[in-house]
Nanobody, 121 residues
C-alpha cells in the first residue's frame, strides 16, 4: 500500500528527496512517518507529519537538515534531506496510521518497502 522511492548514492553534503506514495488508498486520513534502519542497527524514527500537514516532528539527529511534507492531492509524502552525512546511510521506510502522529514503530500498522540511501564521505 505504501512505496518509498528516491533513494540513491550521494556524497556527504548532498541532498535527496524521498517520496512515499500510496496505492489503493488515500494518505489524506493518515499521519505518516519516516523511519530508517542502518545495517546492523535497529530501525529508528526520523520524522512524522499529521494528516493535514499542520504539524511535524523530527528526531534530533535530523532536525534542521530534513523536512517532511505532504501533498494530499498527489497522495504523496516527501522527505527532503539536505546536508547529508555518512551516518544518514540506511534503508528509509515510510509508515502510516490513523489519527495522531507518533514516533514509536509499533504505533504504525501500515508500512511500505524501503528505499536505500547511501552517503559516501
Amino acid at each position: 500500500q505504501l512505496q518509498a522511492s528516491g533513494g540513491g548514492l550521494v556524497q556527504a553534503g548532498d541532498s535527496l528527496r524521498l517520496s512515499c506514495a500510496a496505492s489503493g488508498r488515500t494518505l489524506g486520513s493518515w499521519s505518516v512517518a519516516w523511519f530508517r534502519q542502518a545495517a546492523g542497527k535497529e530501525r529508528e524514527f526520523v520524522a512524522t507529519i499529521t494528516w493535514s500537514g499542520g504539524s511535524t516532528y523530527y528526531a534530533d539527529s535530523v532536525k534542521g537538515r530534513f523536512t517532511i511534507s505532504r501533498d494530499n492531492a498527489k497522495n504523496t509524502v516527501y522527505l527532503q534531506m539536505n546536508s547529508l552525512e555518512p551516518d544518514d546511510s540506511a534503508v528509509y521506510y515510510c509508515a502510516g496510521k490513523y489519527n495522531t502522529m507518533k514516533t514509536i514503530i509499533t504505533d504504525y500498522p501500515y508500512w511500505g518497502r524501503g528505499t536505500q540511501v547511501t552517503v559516501s564521505s
